[in-house]
């Protein structure tokens, strides 16, 4: 038997890898809570539909979010922030699952980051070509808390770097299941996603699901 055999196998979860001072990836984290997870997914976004934002300079994200959680970020013509209701609707953004916040906060702990809140959740749909491109999360209001980030589904090339824009970054591949942590010195690093490749995933078909946790308030 040859370890690629097992190329696309989920891995129990091991131990941290370290990826820069205070950011972790967790291979196989959420392994054990996927069928949690992949449902409460489905509420979320028959409550706050997928949707695909437009940039502050008039483009539409190849990315589809939603959000759940007191706060959820969005983009319009206006400028990147956090609000308290889904502007589709009018309504407060669906509350954050349960498994999402025990999840986020278990995950926030195995990467040095105790007694991790998030109050908001984002729920990010790649379809094969999506991509994100290199950015900083620094739409939030406490730079003390960690960046947790859930893969589901599709493998993709997460893209990490410096807090300088300029330096080359480093690629990791994630699979289902897998979270990065990324915080403290780390917390304002340029981070993105190369463009999703085609492919078919056993639970979740042609596409990856990426909840990323944060503290926005
Ligand atoms: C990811 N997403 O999908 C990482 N940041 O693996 C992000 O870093 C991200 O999707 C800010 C806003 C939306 C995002
Ligand atoms: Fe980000």
């Known amino acids: 038997m040859t370890q690629d055999l097992f190329e696309e196998e989920p891995l129990a979860y091991v131990a941290p890898q370290v990826m820069a001072p205070g950011a972790v990836l967790l291979r196989g984290f959420a392994c054990d809570v996927e069928q949690a997870l992949m449902h409460a997914v489905e509420q979320v976004t028959a409550a706050a539909p997928l949707r695909h934002l437009v940039t502050p300079g008039g483009y ?16 319009d013509r206006t400028g990147y922030r956090y609000t308290g209701t889904d502007p589709l609707s009018g309504q407060p953004w669906p509350p954050m699952p349960d498994c999402f916040a ?33 950015h900083q999360d620094k739409d939030e209001g406490d730079m003390s808390a960690p960046i947790v980030s859930v893969s589901l589904g599709l493998p993709a090339v997460f893209l ?21 942590v990324w915080g403290g010195p780390s917390r304002l690093a340029y981070h993105g996603v190369a463009p999703l ?15 990323t946790f944060r503290c926005a308030a």
């Open 197 to 211: 490749a085609a492919g078919e995933h056993a639970l979740l078909g042609r596409q990856r699901i990426n909840l």
């Open 102 to 134: 025990r999840l986020a906060r278990r995950a926030a702990a195995e990467a040095g980051f105790g007694g991790f809140r998030p109050d908001a959740c984002l729920v990010n749909c790649y379809e094969p070509g999506a991509r994100l491109s290199l």
């Open 60 to 75: 539409t994200m190849s990315v589809a979010m939603s959000n759940c959680g007191a706060l959820g970020w969005v983009s």
């Open 160 to 180: 990490f770097g410096t807090t300088r824009r300029k330096d080359r970054p480093a690629r990791y591949r994630l699979v289902h299941g897998d979270v990065a």
